[in-house]
């Protein structure tokens, strides 16, 4: 599997969304957002999203100039419409938003639709934490009701509804947790198909509601589903699941998961917390450390081998991918190089930047 520089990666995707429309400034916000996703290890949510983003903007499916705009507003909220850009590009703008709110009123919570695929939901929480703010966000993908089955059901009829959380500590990388109410997310399942692997047992059904292994289950012409969160509990997945689909779809006017094969735009709801306007921040700071130092005294699982703080496998992978590359499947490079030429772009350049 060929790797590249997050840097050549970076350039690659500045060119590939300025050729089909988008302002150098957009083209940034989504190349960056893609290639960190791929740097935290999100490799369902990062250059692989290259190719798609590409063939739905020349589809015409969004709108590459599309500028957000605040369409309600109160002191503490605000409901944003994406204008039919770029997710990332409605999800900058609703941090920066909410971000603001925070630190005038103590909380902003700022809604966001018709904004397409607004990528790994993690971000944005984090871009509150690394400035000393709490960010927590659910997102939901509309109307589209077709990927994870419910809790007692055999059919897909709801999405992998996100949820995202980051907390700021005084000298470590923040707290992060970016997780779906489903087991896993789908974009890791067509990964999988690219790479040509099996899928691990317990992620998903084939449209008899069998077990299965093989990704074409999920993704083919007759196709299973994914299993909620949870296992043996996956009621408790299914639940959050709904929370997610009426914070993130019917607080945004986004709407809820009502069967539709095709995702016009995530529904979000970030809140963002200024901590200082609910406690001592030296004595937040001391608490969350606390309470890291208690967690790790546990003894360790050896099948394990040792205690993460969530987020600590993110900012690992991060270190390490940036020194060493990023992997990207031939499968995926294959599909971007097809998405590049699409747009007139010569991909040989970046081709030869293999590590």
């Not at 997945?237 to 709904?242: A, I, R, V």
Request: glycine share 12%; charged share 25%; with cysteine.
């Amino acid at each position: 599997m060929p790797s590249f520089k997050p840097q050549d990666l970076r350039q690659l995707g500045y060119t590939l969304f300025e050729r089909c429309g988008c302002s150098p400034e957009d083209a940034r916000t989504v190349t960056d957002h893609l290639v960190d996703s791929s740097l935290y290890g999100h490799d369902s949510h990062g250059t692989i999203r290259f190719y798609e983003y590409v063939e739905q903007l020349c589809a015409g499916r969004f709108n590459p100039k599309g500028a957000p705009q605040i369409v309600q507003e109160r002191a503490c909220t605000a409901v944003v419409d994406g204008g039919g850009a770029l997710g990332q590009v409605g999800g900058a703008f609703a941090a920066r938003l909410a971000k603001a709110k925070a630190r005038e009123r103590g909380v902003g919570a700022v809604a966001l639709r018709n904004t397409a695929h607004v990528g790994r939901i993690g971000a944005y929480p984090l871009m509150a934490a690394r400035e000393g703010l709490l960010g927590l966000a659910f997102v939901n993908a509309g109307k589209l009701g077709r990927q994870i089955a419910p809790y007692g059901g055999l059919d897909g009829k709801l999405s992998t509804n996100p949820i995202a959380f980051a907390a700021p500590r005084r000298d470590a990388d923040p707290v992060m947790v970016d997780m779906t109410t489903s087991v896993v997310a789908e974009g890791k399942i067509r990964l999988y198909q690219n790479r040509g692997d099996q899928l691990p047992a317990g992620w998903i059904i084939d449209h008899q509601g069998r077990p299965a292994t093989d990704p074409r289950a999920f993704t083919g012409n007759s196709p299973g589903a994914i299993l909620p969160l949870g296992g043996v509990v996956s009621h408790k997945g299914y639940c959050l699941s709904f929370i997610v689909e009426i914070l993130g779809g019917a607080l945004s006017g986004e709407g809820c998961a009502a069967g539709e094969r095709v995702m016009h735009s995530n529904g979000m709801l970030l809140t963002v917390y200024d901590l200082e306007q609910f406690t001592d921040l030296e004595e937040y700071y001391g608490e969350l450390e606390t309470l890291i130092r208690h967690v790790r005294s546990s003894r360790i699982d050896p099948q394990v081998g040792e205690i993460l703080v969530p987020g600590e496998p993110e900012f690992r992978s991060a270190r390490r991918r940036e020194a060493e590359g990023i992997p990207v499947d031939e499968t995926t490079w294959a599909r971007i190089c097809a998405a590049a030429q699409s747009v007139e772009l010569d991909p040989g350049p970046w081709d030869r930047m293999r590590l």
